[in-house]
């Protein structure tokens, strides 16, 4: 595997999640395509990643953003498959990854929040605090940049993988 280097604070986050990261429910992300040419836990480590760096230069609860952003989309199904999910996708799919969250991990009121509003404004629940709006948009700038191609962050799914995976 090619050693790339370090991002800036990139240890920091990693000691955020880290126990989330040797979760076998978020290890199997890995497993579903989410957008195009990146699997799901690649898109919500990117999502993590940024919404901690963002959060952090803000002067919020840059673990909660951390935390929250990488369980954003833990639903462990694939959308494409009609017979997986109830109702549509993009209106079911944060409350099933909170409840997924919820299952495995002892979750704050603001991680969950985050995860129920990242859909905003598709789904209903709007964001409340800046940890939950700058993983909302962060996510929309990570899925527009994966959907065009211009944005699959595969370096850092790398030290990701180089982190926890070997």
């Known amino acids: 595997m090619l050693k790339v280097e370090r991002s800036l604070h990139f240890d920091e986050f990693m000691a955020q999640v880290e126990d989330l990261m040797a979760s076998p ?3 199997r992300m890995r497993l579903y395509r989410h957008h195009l040419n990146v699997n799901r836990l690649e898109h919500s480590v990117s999502v993590a990643y940024l919404s901690f760096m963002v959060v952090r230069k803000l002067g919020g609860d840059a ?4 935390r929250g952003g990488l369980l954003h989309d833990l639903f462990l199904y694939d959308p494409r498959e009609r017979d997986s999910y109830q109702g549509p996708h993009s ?9 997924n969250a919820r299952r495995h991990f002892v979750l704050g009121e603001l991680e969950e929040e985050i995860i129920l509003t990242h859909m905003f ?3 209903a629940a709007m964001p409340r605090h800046l940890e939950s709006l700058a993983v909302c948009l962060v996510d929309k700038y990570c899925a ?5 191609g211009s944005f699959a962050d595969s370096a850092l799914a790398e030290r990701v ?3 926890i995976f070997e």
């Open 63 to 66: 673990r909660a953003a951390a």
């Open 144 to 148: 527009v940049g994966e959907f065009i």
């Open 121 to 123: 404004p598709v789904g």
């Open 91 to 99: 209106l079911a799919h944060p409350r099933i990854a909170l409840e």
């Open 25 to 27: 429910a978020v290890r």
């Open 161 to 163: 993988s180089e982190a």
